[in-house]
């Protein structure tokens, strides 16, 4: 057994990237794999410094799902998946969509599964060519966990999700992008650098803003207009009422003063 770490974190300036790194299992979803990565990205999270998070994995693969090996039969008992989903996945996925963090979720090879549901679940994803996403339950006779059922139909439409979940067929990173899954496809040898371009823009927005804009966006899909409208407003308040805002006021001003005088 390996005493690799199951996520391997780098610090880096004004963001942390993260690789789930279990390669020889494709980066598959086990017990310590759920705890150590949920357990980093709570630490970044308690990091002022740190804006974004950088997900991504090692090897060939972005994640391939549960880790089927973890899984056991006993004559008589009948298993209870919902355990590990209400123990392990969905704080995981409610951590990404909830933390003040940008996740920025770059997909170099396969996402199945649950992993597919973990980087649909990311703010901003991209990923390589080579890259696809496969609702792969069916095949063994599941549903999609890990919000699933709830990001892929607000993401490509009910038709496509049915059609995707039922049949389990893959969906290529370019096929991806143009439905609007996914933020973009781009060269195999360009997924890290345009992924660390995204991390190092938003490390340079206020933090703040970034966070209340999560929170309006997870809030819409439940929202009627009229409750969105009052919710945008009470969040404006709390952006206007940052320092950041003033401070970028006051640059702009400035920046635009020197220009009328140039």
């Not at 949920?38 to 002022?48: H, K, Q, S, T, V």
């Not at 008589?76 to 392990?88: H, M």
């Not at 901003?124 to 006779?141: H, L, P």
Request: net charge neutral; charged share 25%; aromatic share 4%.
């Amino acid at each position: 057994m390996s005493d690799a770490p199951n996520v391997l974190v780098e610090r880096r300036d004004g963001y942390r990237r993260l690789a789930l790194n279990r390669p020889e299992r494709l980066n598959a979803f086990d017990r310590e794999l759920h705890a150590e990565l949920i357990a980093a990205l709570r630490e970044a999270e308690r990091d002022p410094a740190c804006r974004a998070v950088l997900l991504t994995g090692s090897g060939r693969a972005f994640c391939a799902g549960q880790d089927l090996t973890e899984r056991t039969f006993v004559d008589g008992v009948t298993p209870d998946l919902s355990e590990n989903l209400v123990e392990r996945y969905n704080p995981l996925v409610s951590c990404i969509r909830s933390t003040r963090l940008a996740i920025v979720a770059a997909v170099n090879g396969v996402a199945a599964g649950a992993g597919a549901s973990v980087a649909l679940a990311c703010d901003i994803v991209v990923a390589a060519r080579s890259a696809k996403f496969v609702q792969s339950f069916s095949r063994i006779g599941l549903i999609p966990d890990a919000g699933g059922t709830w990001t892929l139909p607000r993401l490509i439409g009910d038709a496509r999700a049915r059609a995707l979940v039922m049949l389990a067929q893959p969906v290529d990173a370019e096929l991806a992008a143009d439905w609007g899954m996914i933020w973009k496809a781009v060269d195999d040898d360009a997924l890290e650098t345009e992924a660390a371009t995204i991390c190092e823009t938003l490390a340079t927005v206020p933090g703040e803003a970034l966070a209340l804009a999560k929170r309006a966006l997870l809030a819409s899909a439940g929202n009627s207009l009229k409750e969105q409208l009052s919710l945008e407003a009470s969040l404006q308040r709390l952006a206007g009422a940052h320092p950041d805002y003033r401070a970028a006021v006051e640059a702009f001003r400035s920046r635009s003063v020197r220009r009328s005088g140039s």
